[in-house]
């Protein structure tokens, strides 16, 4: 079955700054998805970024990066410039074909962004 | 425009009591989806149904049941409710089975408590 591991149950950064969310996975498949969610306090599940494991090109929006080592099963999750309304619950996770494209989610990371 | 709809927003149950969770969406999407979140935990799926008329098991489906009534609507039920369901629960959809790149949309959450 495939996991999804989430290392830093917390992390902080100053507003302006960059910060890395770490993730890694581990799945015998060679084609699937990785995404990143956000939830703040609302709990409402919002869609940051997503990644196609067959794209050697990270992928990018806006402020949001990721880092996809494929080899290393690793998927980060760069913010720079962060902003107070970052702060929230992150969440790692992964899709594929053959289990019905369900998302199996890490166990999240808590980011505080500082003034 | 909805999105994912969800009711009730807050229900307090006793140990033994039975409840059925609505969900429904307006996107004509065809895949929906049940995952709990529990205390430090990412999302685990209960159930979900790739196309209408259709139901799988996720990963932790023990006490419950799920009914796709039409495209829009998929329900679950629990049928003796216990303080290890106390959680919150979110229903989720996208457009197609099988396309796992999609972005899967996110209800609002349903908090539970079993007393």
């Known amino acids: 079955a495939q996991t999804v591991t989430q290392s830093q149950p917390e992390m902080s950064v100053q507003e302006a700054e960059t910060v890395t969310l770490s993730c890694t996975y581990d799945?015998?498949?060679?084609?699937?998805?990785l995404f990143w969610y956000k939830q703040p306090p609302s709990r409402q599940m919002i869609l940051v970024i997503r990644?196609?494991?067959?794209?050697?090109q990270n992928a990018t929006e806006n402020r949001f990066s990721v880092n996809f080592q494929k080899a290393a099963k690793s998927f980060s999750l760069k913010i720079s410039d962060s902003q107070l309304g970052d702060a929230a619950m992150y969440f790692c996770?992964?899709?594929?074909?053959?289990?019905?494209?369900?998302?199996?989610f890490g166990e999240g990371t808590q980011l505080t962004v500082n003034p | 425009n909805a999105g994912v709809t969800q009711t009730p927003k807050f229900q307090v149950l006793k140990t033994g009591q039975s409840m059925t969770l609505q969900c429904a969406q307006d996107?004509?999407?065809?895949?929906m989806y049940w995952y709990r979140q529990d205390p430090g935990m990412g999302l685990r799926l209960i159930y979900y149904?790739?196309?209408?008329?259709?139901?799988d098991k996720g990963e932790v489906p023990n006490g419950y049941n799920v009914s796709r009534l039409n495209k829009r609507e998929f329900s679950l039920r629990l049928e003796s409710a216990a303080p290890s369901q106390t959680s919150v629960y979110f229903c989720?959809?996208?457009?197609?089975?099988?396309?796992?790149?999609?972005?899967?949309?996110f209800g609002p959450g349903t908090r539970l408590l079993v007393l």
């Open positions: 989720a959809s996208k457009h197609l089975p099988g396309q796992s790149q999609e972005t899967q949309y």
């Open positions: 799945t015998s498949e060679s084609d699937y998805y």
């Open positions: 990644q196609e494991a067959y794209k050697q």
């Open positions: 996770a992964y899709s594929e074909e053959t289990s019905g494209s369900r998302l199996t």
């Open positions: 996107m004509n999407h065809n895949s």
């Open positions: 149904s790739a196309s209408e008329g259709t139901t």
